[in-house]
């Protein structure tokens, strides 16, 4: 499809940039949508949104936002005036669900039809989220979805009542039907200052009455409903509220309805008048791009691509089908656009370079009610009965089609077309009325096929659907063939009908069959009885009795006979053929089961899908096995992991009862086999067949140590305390027997250090340096740790002296001869090794004075005042020296002498020599 503008200033802003571009700080009115952004007056948010502007409102579209949070209402900023919010064209449970209540695969009004572009209840959400991003913004919903759910309602997909949209959405206003004239009043007055909350008197809105609000009081104006607890009680009073809802349809006598929805209540306005001529021409005249928002690109729109060139020419229907919701929503005022309005949008649609010179449809919800209206107008506005055609057409209604076939004509004369199409359903008890009519359809305005919709043929069946009978179908298909053979034609009328509606069971539908056999009807359409809110069918089908007379009605609610009346309609597809053989012997009507030309099916199956269905079976029994051997192996699984569950919770247990009676007794001394000792290893903790020893390599009954000779179980290292197999050595590598200690020489866990600080192997020695056993100390020999130095103290093995340095032991001095270190001189003290005499020229112990007759350092001589050795008498030359004999003399050598003393008892040097 060739895209037509692509000047995006033609349409109304999706993004806050497209925004900015018209110079808005902010927009009016920001517009929620579940539907794609299509600017075509069909899609209604479109259609509103151009309203609105045309009345110098700033209008913003946020087109099927993401749900899952608010900041996608942000993207606007807060709007002046509110947010409008709707589900979009189409009910969002219907969108997204079939009559069998399964997903639909693809949404008609989404980018290329893809789903789940909208959620479920698609305006219970958008109002949510628009409540969470602004706290206290207006917020005003309206569309189908809340249109047909402004009153408590049967909701088909739970299969209960609900109370109105307005309880659980919290809006401030909903406004029903089309929504144009009271969507402009009430944006007006909130424009003009005027708070949402004092707006109640706009025609064809809603809203909700607080619980602290007087309710207004029964008068001519004003009626109650049945309040929604009611309903929900009492299945006869929802029928009552869904009567006296539809009693008030007309706008012209309708009164004010009130429903209380426990101490709050709904308060229903009359709906609004239905639009003039004049006023229909402006809405359809305003600036409409006719296209999809340039953001979706490529993408196709199915709806879109449907309607594109169709035209719109009419509003409402007086018809009033019962499993129809148009009446409820329209209204059944049918509302025109001019002739010169039409023929504009037809040569608007002519300049778009995608047409091809045919327009798809000129139309409404009916083609043939164009222009009609009651003959006496005062009489309509008076009455309250919901069809005009219903059981008869009724006397005071203008049947006149003159009006229509002078639009045909106008657009068929229009130079740029070449063919307009009538697509829309045509009501064929109105067009007998009029054979001129069905002759300008035959000759001018069918491209092969026109649509009827008959629905049934049963006569109880159609009267509940509000339907003329079926001789009135069959008159206008004999008016239809001959106009066909007069002019040359070959054009076929494609009857729609509905399975599982209210009155209808397998039997009538039977009959269904059997006329469509006899006439040689093939429907290629079928459609399955939905119940959507808000519907007279929907009320039958919940309560089974008809709202508008009370009288018992049959309703299909299995799925079995639902697929057994929806097989009846298409009887000649050999895909039904079980079912409907199924339905003809069950309902005693085995007389149309063969090969007589009144039969409808044979009575063997086709041979293409017994052969379907002998390779399904097939598939099926291939399938089945595999599932069955799916959940064989489940099944074991989980019997295994019951097994090992309840194993636990026994193990448990028994640790709970274990510890609670050595908490309370001790640990039991138990002998080492009994089973129940608790240093016994459970099942679980015991070595595998392949973690065992060989037999070979195990030990024979003589090798092993006798029971006498072993440790006791208490006394055994626990599993906890052993080293893992990982970190022990291997068996090559660990002392024999021979080569450990005796048990009674070897030190204690208590006298061993522990193994955060023993030396690690990277620490220790090589085994090559080490000292053997036989040049190691004995224990006895070995210094205790209380006589060696500390670690900081010792020498480094750099300063160390070698051994080849060192005295042999026997001319060491012993410990007992050796000063003790408070005694021995500093090594700042010594002198150094060259300055000593050698050992040979020194005095030996016996030539040395006794410590008590030397010098102290005191007294003697500093080393430079002192004689040398050259100097000094030969010692046999010395005289005797003079003692001491001035008393004060002796007494400061004693003190000097006892100070000397006390400093080696303090570890001070005296500044000798340490000869040893």
């Known amino acids: 499809m060739t895209r037509l503008n692509k000047d995006i200033s033609a349409f109304l802003p999706m993004t806050k940039d497209e925004m900015n571009a018209r110079g808005w700080d902010e927009p009016d009115i920001v517009f929620v949508t579940g539907d794609a952004y299509v600017d075509h007056p069909s899609f209604a948010t479109a259609l509103l949104a151009r309203v609105l502007e045309a009345e110098g409102f700033r209008v913003a579209i946020l087109a099927q936002p993401d749900w899952q949070s608010c900041e996608a209402w942000k993207t606007f900023g807060c709007p002046?005036?509110?947010?409008?919010?709707?589900?979009?064209?189409?009910?969002?449970?219907?969108?997204?669900?079939?009559?069998?209540?399964?997903?639909?695969?693809?949404?008609?009004?989404?980018?290329?039809?893809?789903?789940?572009?909208?959620?479920?209840?698609?305006?219970?959400?958008?109002?949510?989220?628009?409540?969470?991003?602004?706290?206290?913004?207006?917020?005003?919903?309206?569309?189908?979805?809340?249109?047909?759910?402004?009153?408590?309602?049967?909701?088909?997909?739970?299969?209960?009542?609900?109370?109105?949209?307005?309880?659980?959405?919290?809006?401030?206003?909903?406004?029903?039907?089309?929504?144009?004239?009271?969507?402009?009043?009430?944006?007006?007055?909130?424009?003009?200052?005027?708070?949402?909350?004092?707006?109640?008197?706009?025609?064809?809105?809603?809203?909700?009455?607080?619980?602290?609000?007087?309710?207004?009081?029964?008068?001519?104006?004003?009626?109650?409903?049945?309040?929604?607890e009611e309903v929900t009680d009492d299945p006869t009073l929802f029928n009552e509220m869904t009567r006296l809802a539809y009693l008030h349809l007309n706008p012209y006598c309708a009164k004010r309805l009130v429903q209380e929805h426990l101490r709050e209540a709904i308060i229903l306005n009359p709906p609004t008048f239905p639009l003039t001529e004049q006023e229909m021409d402006a809405i359809y005249d305003l600036p409409f791009t006719r296209q999809p928002h340039p953001f979706y690109g490529e993408a196709k729109i199915p709806a879109f691509e449907m309607i594109q060139t169709s035209v719109t020419s009419l509003r409402g229907c007086f018809g009033g089908c019962a499993f129809c919701s148009i009446t409820a929503h329209q209204g059944k005022f049918i509302q025109s656009r001019s002739n010169d309005s039409v023929l504009r949008e037809v040569r608007k649609i002519a300049e778009q370079p995608y047409f091809t010179g045919i327009i798809s449809d000129i139309g409404g919800p009916t083609a043939n009610m164009y222009k009609l209206h009651g003959r006496d107008t005062e009489r309509c506005k008076t009455c309250r009965?919901?069809?005009?055609?219903?059981?008869?057409?009724?006397?005071?209604?203008?049947?006149d089609h003159s009006a229509v076939i002078a639009l045909m004509r106008a657009v068929r004369k229009t130079p740029e077309v070449k063919q307009a199409f009538i697509a829309s359903g045509v009501r064929?008890?109105?067009?007998?009325?009029?054979?001129?009519?069905?002759?300008?359809?035959?000759?001018?305005?069918?491209?092969?096929?026109?649509?009827?919709?008959?629905?049934?043929?049963?006569?109880?069946?159609?009267?509940?659907?509000?339907?003329p009978n079926i001789e009135n179908y069959d008159a206008f298909t004999e008016l239809f063939e001959t106009l066909?053979?007069?002019?040359?034609?070959?054009?076929?009328?494609?009857?729609?009908?509905?399975?599982?509606?209210?009155?209808?069971?397998?039997?009538?539908?039977?009959?269904?069959?059997?006329?469509?056999?006899?006439?040689?009807?093939?429907?290629?359409?079928?459609?399955?009885?939905?119940?959507?809110?808000?519907?007279?069918?929907?009320?039958?089908?919940?309560?089974?009795?008809?709202?508008?007379?009370?009288?018992?009605?049959?309703?299909?609610?299995?799925?079995?006979?639902?697929?057994?009346?929806?097989?009846?309609?298409?009887?000649?597809?050999p895909e039904n053929?079980?079912?409907?053989?199924?339905?003809?012997?069950?309902?005693?009507?085995?007389?149309?089961?063969?090969?007589?030309?009144?039969?409808?099916?044979?009575?063997?199956?086709?041979?293409?899908?017994a052969i379907k269905r002998n390779s399904r079976i097939k598939r099926l029994e291939k399938k089945t096995n595999l599932e069955k051997a799916e959940r064989t192996v489940r099944r074991l699984q989980f019997e295994q992991e019951i097994a090992e569950k309840k194993r636990k919770e026994r193990e448990k247990k028994r640790q709970e009862r274990q510890q609670a009676y050595e908490t309370e007794f001790g640990r039991p001394k138990r002998h080492p086999f009994n089973r129940n000792s608790t240093n016994r290893n459970e099942q679980g903790e015991r070595r595998s067949f392949d973690e065992r020893k060989p037999s070979g390599e195990r030990q024979s009954f003589d090798e092993r140590k006798s029971f006498g000779e072993r440790k006791p179980f208490g006394e055994r290292r626990s599993f906890d305390e052993r080293?893992?197999?990982?970190?022990?050595?291997?068996?090559?590598?660990?002392?024999?027997?021979?080569?450990?200690?005796?048990?009674?020489?070897?030190k204690s866990f208590s006298e061993g250090k522990p193994f955060g600080e023993r030396r690690s192997f990277d620490e220790r020695k090589p085994s090559d340096k080490r000292q053997s056993f036989g040049e190691r100390k004995s224990f006895g020999e070995r210094r205790s740790f209380d006589e060696r130095k500390p670690s900081g103290e010792r020498k480094s093995?750099?300063?160390?002296?070698?051994?080849?340095?060192?005295?042999?032991?026997?001319?060491?001095?012993?410990?007992?001869?050796?000063?003790?270190?408070?005694?021995?001189?500093?090594?700042?003290?010594?002198?150094?090794?060259?300055?000593?005499?050698?050992?040979?020229?020194?005095?030996?112990?016996?030539?040395?004075?006794?410590?008590?007759?030397?010098?102290?350092?005191?007294?003697?001589?500093?080393?430079?005042?002192?004689?040398?050795?050259?100097?000094?008498?030969?010692?046999?030359?010395?005289?005797?020296?003079?003692?001491?004999?001035?008393?004060?003399?002796?007494?400061?050598?004693?003190?000097?002498?006892?100070?000397?003393r006390n400093d080696n008892r303090h570890g001070k040097s005296d500044g000798r020599k340490n000869e040893n």
């Open 723 to 746: 080293k893992p197999f990982g970190e022990r050595k291997p068996f090559g590598e660990r002392r024999s027997f021979d080569e450990r200690k005796p048990s009674g020489e070897r």
């Open 428 to 467: 064929t008890d109105l067009a007998q009325s009029s054979p001129e009519y069905v002759e300008e359809l035959v000759c001018h305005h069918i491209g092969g096929h026109l649509k009827t919709a008959p629905e049934h043929t049963e006569e109880n069946v159609l009267q509940l659907m509000r339907k």
């Open 80 to 228: 002046k005036l509110g947010f409008c919010v709707s589900a979009g064209n189409m009910d969002s449970m219907i969108n997204h669900y079939t009559a069998s209540r399964k997903v639909r695969n693809d949404d008609a009004y989404s980018p290329n039809g893809k789903a789940g572009r909208r959620p479920d209840r698609a305006t219970l959400a958008y109002c949510q989220r628009a409540r969470e991003a602004y706290p206290g913004v207006t917020v005003i919903t309206g569309g189908v979805e809340a249109s047909l759910r402004r009153l408590a309602h049967y909701d088909f997909w739970s299969d209960k009542l609900k109370r109105s949209i307005l309880m659980d959405s919290k809006a401030d206003l909903l406004i029903y039907g089309m929504g144009e004239k009271p969507l402009v009043e009430v944006m007006k007055r909130l424009a003009a200052g005027e708070n949402i909350a004092e707006i109640r008197d706009v025609r064809g809105t809603a809203y909700r009455l607080k619980a602290t609000e007087d309710l207004p009081e029964e008068d001519e104006t004003t009626l109650h409903l049945p309040s929604c």
């Open 577 to 609: 053929y079980h079912d409907v053989k199924m339905a003809l012997r069950d309902y005693g009507r085995k007389d149309l089961i063969g090969n007589e030309s009144h039969c409808l099916i044979p009575p063997y199956p086709p041979k293409e899908l």
């Open 797 to 900: 093995f750099g300063e160390r002296r070698s051994f080849d340095e060192r005295k042999p032991s026997g001319e060491r001095k012993s410990f007992g001869e050796r000063k003790s270190f408070g005694e021995r001189r500093s090594f700042d003290e010594r002198r150094s090794f060259d300055e000593r005499k050698p050992f040979g020229e020194r005095r030996s112990f016996d030539e040395r004075k006794p410590s008590d007759k030397r010098q102290s350092f005191g007294e003697r001589k500093p080393f430079g005042e002192r004689r040398s050795f050259d100097e000094r008498k030969p010692s046999g030359e010395r005289g005797e020296r003079r003692h001491f004999e001035n008393t004060d003399r002796k007494n400061f050598v004693r003190k000097h002498k006892n100070d000397n």
């Open 484 to 573: 066909n053979v007069k002019h040359g034609k070959e054009q076929y009328l494609v009857p729609y009908l509905i399975a599982g509606l209210p009155g209808s069971n397998v039997t009538s539908m039977i009959c269904v069959a059997e006329y469509l056999h006899k006439n040689k009807i093939r429907p290629q359409q079928v459609q399955d009885f939905i119940p959507g809110p808000f519907e007279l069918a929907t009320a039958m089908y919940y309560t089974g009795r008809d709202p508008m007379n009370d009288h018992p009605v049959h309703v299909a609610k299995k799925m079995r006979e639902r697929r057994l009346q929806h097989a009846l309609l298409q009887y000649y597809n």
């Open 385 to 399: 009965y919901t069809s005009c055609l219903s059981p008869n057409i009724c006397e005071n209604l203008e049947t």
